[in-house]
C-alpha cells in the first residue's frame, strides 16, 4: 500500500427485527459510518432503506466499500414471484400464523429434531407456508422463491438469489446433516427445493453490486454472511468447543459450539436448537431468553408511566445502549442504578412471553420475590437484569451437562455490554471468565469482516477486540445462594389458574 493510501473499508448490513444496521468498517472492525434505522415492514422499504443507509455511510467515510457482507434474523423472510416482486409484506418470525397449520401436521418430535435440529411451532418459515397453502394459496402459486430477509436484501443488489447454511437451517425445509434442502417436509407444503435459494459459503461473493447507489460501485461483491447470532459469535472469536457466546439484545442467545449434536430426546427436552456452525464444520447449540432486554424495556417504561415522564431518542451509540428496542429511558438508567447494592437480594424470573430454555415452557411468566420495603425503582431494575444474567447461567450449566464440555470463556457482546452494572453481575454470575466484546455492532463489523474475506476463508477473520472482565471473588460468592434461589424458584410447576 502506498503511505497515505486510505486502508479498505468494507461494509455491513444486519437486519435486526427492531432496527437494520449499516455500517463501514476498517480491517479490525473499527466503526467508521453507521446509520440505524427501523426495520420496515416490506420488503421495498427495506432496500430502500438499506440503499440510503449504504450512501450516508459512504458520504461520511469519504469513500466506497470494497465488499459488503450481509447477516440478519433468519426465520422472517418474503415470497417473491418470478420476476423477484415481493408478493406480501415480510412475514415475521414473530408472527402467530401457521400455528394450527404445522400443529395439524403432528409431525414426530424427535425425526424431526434429528434432521432439522428443531422443533415445529409457527416461527419457522414451513409454518408460513402451510399458512399460505390453506389461506392464501394464490400467493403460493406465485412464489417462484422464498427468501429470508439477508437473502432478499442481496437479491436486490446483486439480481442473484442465494442464501447461508445458517438462514436454511431456521425454516424447518433443511436437513442439517445432509447439508441441503428436505423433500419430504418441503412436500408437505407443496414446495420443493427449487424453490428455495441455493446455499452459498459465507466467503464466496452471490454477485456484484447492480443497483444504482450512490458511493457504491457497480460490481462491489456482495455476501450473505449467514444469521445474526453467528455471525457476531464468529466474529467475538466462538468458533470452537469450549468458547461460549453470549448475544445480548431484546433477546438474549447463548451460543455453544459442540463437537457432536445433541441427543434428539435431549435437544427439544432443553429447548435448544442444533444449527450448523458459520464454516459447516460442527454443530452450534443456541439457548435463547426472549425477555433480556424486554424485560428492562418493559420495566422502565411502567416506571416511566407511574411517573408521568417519557424519554426521548438519541444517536446510533445510544440506540446500542438501549438494545435493539430503542428505548429511551434508558437514557435514565445509569441515575437509577447508581446507588443499587449488588446483589439486591430480589428473585426475578424474567418471562414476560414464556420460557424457551433450558426448561420449555410457553405459559411462564415473570415472577418476583424477596422486594422487601427498603427496595426502589433502582433495585428492581437491578433485580430485573440480575434474573436475566441467572437465567443465562443456568443455561449455560445445562448446556455444559448436555455436551460434556467445560466452557474456557463466554464472549458478551450486544446493547447492554455498555450497562456497567449488567457487566458486574454477569461475572459474577458466571461460572467462566467473561470477555466483553468491544464493538459498536458485533454482528454488522462480523458481516464487514466476513466480507473482508471475499474469496478466502473463514478462519483468517479477524477477532473483534474483548476486554476481559475483572474477578470479584466477593461479589461472585453473594450471589451463589441467589442462584441457588433463582433456580429453585425457575424449577418449580406453576399452577395454571383458569377463569
Same mark, same amino acid.
Not at 424486554?294 to 426521548?312: E, K, M, N, Y
Not at 428492581?380 to 455444559?400: F, N, V, Y
Not at 468491544?438 to 458481516?447: E, M, S, T
Not at 473483534?464 to 470479584?472: F, G, K, T, Y
Given at each position: 500500500?502506498?503511505?497515505?493510501?486510505?486502508?479498505?473499508?468494507?461494509?455491513?448490513?444486519?437486519?435486526?427485527?427492531?432496527?437494520?444496521?449499516?455500517?463501514?468498517?476498517?480491517?479490525?472492525?473499527?466503526?467508521?459510518?453507521?446509520? !440505524?434505522?427501523?426495520?420496515?415492514?416490506?420488503?421495498?422499504?427495506?432496500?430502500?432503506?438499506?440503499?440510503?443507509?449504504?450512501?450516508?455511510?459512504?458520504?461520511?467515510?469519504?469513500?466506497?466499500?470494497?465488499?459488503?457482507?450481509?447477516?440478519?434474523?433468519?426465520?422472517?423472510?418474503?415470497?417473491?414471484?418470478?420476476?423477484?416482486?415481493?408478493?406480501?409484506?415480510?412475514?415475521?418470525?414473530?408472527?402467530?400464523?401457521?400455528?394450527?397449520?404445522?400443529?395439524?401436521?403432528?409431525?414426530?418430535?424427535?425425526?424431526?429434531?434429528?434432521?432439522?435440529?428443531?422443533?415445529?411451532?409457527?416461527?419457522?418459515?414451513?409454518?408460513?407456508?402451510?399458512?399460505?397453502?390453506?389461506?392464501?394459496?394464490?400467493?403460493?402459486?406465485?412464489?417462484?422463491?422464498?427468501?429470508?430477509?439477508?437473502?432478499?436484501?442481496?437479491?436486490?443488489?446483486?439480481?442473484?438469489?442465494?442464501?447461508?447454511?445458517?438462514?436454511?437451517?431456521?425454516?424447518?425445509?433443511?436437513?442439517?446433516?445432509?447439508?441441503?434442502?428436505?423433500?419430504?417436509?418441503?412436500?408437505?407444503?407443496?414446495?420443493?427445493?427449487?424453490?428455495?435459494?441455493?446455499?452459498?459459503?459465507?466467503?464466496?461473493?452471490?454477485?456484484?453490486?447492480?443497483? !444504482?447507489?450512490?458511493?457504491?460501485?457497480?460490481?462491489?461483491?456482495?455476501?450473505?454472511?449467514?444469521?445474526?447470532?453467528?455471525?457476531?459469535?464468529?466474529?467475538?472469536?466462538?468458533?470452537?468447543?469450549?468458547?461460549?457466546?453470549?448475544?445480548?439484545?431484546?433477546?438474549?442467545?447463548?451460543?455453544?459450539?459442540?463437537?457432536?449434536?445433541?441427543?434428539?430426546?435431549?435437544?427439544?427436552?432443553?429447548?435448544?436448537?442444533?444449527?450448523?456452525?458459520?464454516?459447516?464444520?460442527?454443530?452450534?447449540?443456541?439457548?435463547?431468553?426472549?425477555?433480556?432486554?424486554?424485560?428492562?424495556?418493559?420495566?422502565?417504561?411502567?416506571?416511566?408511566?407511574?411517573?408521568?415522564?417519557?424519554?426521548?431518542?438519541?444517536?446510533?451509540?445510544?440506540?446500542?445502549?438501549?438494545?435493539?428496542?430503542?428505548?429511551?429511558?434508558?437514557?435514565?438508567?445509569?441515575?437509577?442504578?447508581?446507588?443499587?447494592?449488588?446483589?439486591?437480594?430480589?428473585?426475578?424470573?424474567?418471562?414476560?412471553?414464556? #420460557?424457551?430454555?433450558?426448561?420449555?415452557?410457553?405459559?411462564? #411468566?415473570?415472577?418476583?420475590?424477596?422486594?422487601?420495603?427498603?427496595?426502589?425503582?433502582?433495585?428492581?431494575?437491578?433485580?430485573?437484569?440480575?434474573?436475566?444474567?441467572?437465567?443465562?447461567?443456568?443455561?449455560?450449566?445445562?448446556?455444559?451437562?448436555?455436551?460434556?464440555?467445560?466452557?474456557?470463556?463466554?464472549?458478551?457482546?450486544?446493547?447492554?455490554?455498555?450497562?456497567?452494572?449488567?457487566?458486574?453481575?454477569?461475572?459474577?454470575?458466571?461460572?467462566?471468565?467473561?470477555?466483553?466484546?468491544?464493538?459498536?455492532?458485533?454482528?454488522?463489523?462480523?458481516?464487514?469482516?466476513?466480507?473482508?474475506?471475499?474469496?478466502?476463508?473463514?478462519?483468517?477473520?479477524?477477532?473483534?477486540?474483548?476486554?476481559?472482565?475483572?474477578?470479584?471473588?466477593?461479589?461472585?460468592?453473594?450471589?451463589?445462594?441467589?442462584?441457588?434461589?433463582?433456580?429453585?424458584?425457575?424449577?418449580?410447576?406453576?399452577?395454571?389458574?383458569?377463569?
Amino acid at each position: 500500500m502506498t503511505p497515505g493510501t486510505p486502508r479498505a473499508l468494507t461494509a455491513g448490513i444486519d437486519v435486526g427485527t427492531t432496527h437494520v444496521k449499516v455500517g463501514f468498517f476498517d480491517e479490525r472492525g473499527g466503526c467508521v459510518a453507521a446509520v !440505524r434505522r427501523a426495520t420496515p415492514r416490506d420488503l421495498p422499504a427495506l432496500v430502500a432503506a438499506v440503499a440510503q443507509g449504504l450512501e450516508e455511510c459512504a458520504e461520511r467515510a469519504g469513500r466506497a466499500p470494497a465488499a459488503i457482507g450481509i447477516a440478519g434474523m433468519a426465520e422472517t423472510g418474503v415470497p417473491l414471484d418470478a420476476s423477484g416482486q415481493a408478493l406480501t409484506p415480510l412475514l415475521w418470525w414473530n408472527d402467530p400464523r401457521g400455528a394450527a397449520e404445522i400443529a395439524e401436521l403432528d409431525l414426530d418430535a424427535r425425526t424431526l429434531y434429528a434432521r432439522t435440529g428443531r422443533w415445529a411451532d409457527a416461527k419457522a418459515p414451513l409454518a408460513k407456508w402451510l399458512w399460505l397453502r390453506d389461506q392464501a394459496p394464490e400467493v403460493l402459486r406465485s412464489m417462484r422463491w422464498w427468501a429470508s430477509v439477508p437473502d432478499a436484501v442481496a437479491y436486490a443488489l446483486t439480481g442473484v438469489l442465494r442464501t447461508h447454511a445458517t438462514l436454511a437451517a431456521r425454516t424447518l425445509g433443511y436437513h442439517v446433516e445432509l447439508g441441503e434442502y428436505d423433500a419430504e417436509l418441503l412436500a408437505l407444503a407443496g414446495l420443493s427445493g427449487a424453490r428455495l435459494p441455493a446455499l452459498q459459503p459465507a466467503v464466496e461473493p452471490v454477485g456484484g453490486v447492480v443497483a !444504482r447507489i450512490s458511493g457504491v460501485p457497480p460490481g462491489t461483491p456482495v455476501l450473505i454472511a449467514g444469521h445474526d447470532h453467528a455471525v457476531g459469535a464468529w466474529a467475538a472469536g466462538i468458533r470452537r468447543p469450549g468458547d461460549v457466546a453470549d448475544s445480548l439484545g431484546t433477546a438474549e442467545a447463548v451460543i455453544m459450539p459442540t463437537a457432536e449434536r445433541p441427543d434428539p430426546d435431549a435437544g427439544p427436552a432443553l429447548g435448544v436448537t442444533a444449527d450448523p456452525s458459520l464454516d459447516g464444520a460442527r454443530t452450534v447449540l443456541v439457548g435463547g431468553l426472549a425477555t433480556s432486554g424486554a424485560v428492562v424495556d418493559w420495566l422502565l417504561a411502567a416506571l416511566a408511566a407511574s411517573a408521568g415522564t417519557g424519554g426521548a431518542g438519541g444517536g446510533c451509540g445510544d440506540d446500542d445502549v438501549r438494545g435493539e428496542s430503542g428505548n429511551g429511558g434508558y437514557a435514565a438508567l445509569p441515575g437509577l442504578l447508581a446507588d443499587v447494592r449488588l446483589p439486591t437480594g430480589i428473585v426475578v424470573e424474567p418471562y414476560l412471553r414464556g #420460557r424457551m430454555a433450558p426448561a420449555p415452557d410457553r405459559d411462564r #411468566r415473570m415472577t418476583w420475590s424477596g422486594i422487601a420495603a427498603g427496595h426502589g425503582a433502582g433495585d428492581l431494575l437491578a433485580a430485573a437484569i440480575e434474573g436475566t444474567c441467572l437465567h443465562t447461567r443456568w443455561t449455560l450449566d445445562e448446556l455444559t451437562a448436555l455436551t460434556g464440555t467445560t466452557p474456557q470463556r463466554l464472549a458478551v457482546f450486544g446493547g447492554q455490554v455498555r450497562i456497567p452494572l449488567w457487566m458486574r453481575v454477569k461475572a459474577a454470575v458466571s461460572p467462566v471468565p467473561v470477555q466483553v466484546v468491544r464493538a459498536d455492532d458485533a454482528v454488522c463489523a462480523g458481516a464487514a469482516l466476513i466480507a473482508g474475506q471475499a474469496g478466502g476463508s473463514l478462519d483468517d477473520v479477524p477477532v473483534l477486540p474483548a476486554e476481559r472482565l475483572p474477578p470479584d471473588p466477593e461479589l461472585q460468592a453473594a450471589y451463589l445462594p441467589l442462584y441457588d434461589r433463582f433456580r429453585t424458584s425457575a424449577r418449580a410447576p406453576r399452577r395454571q389458574e383458569h377463569a
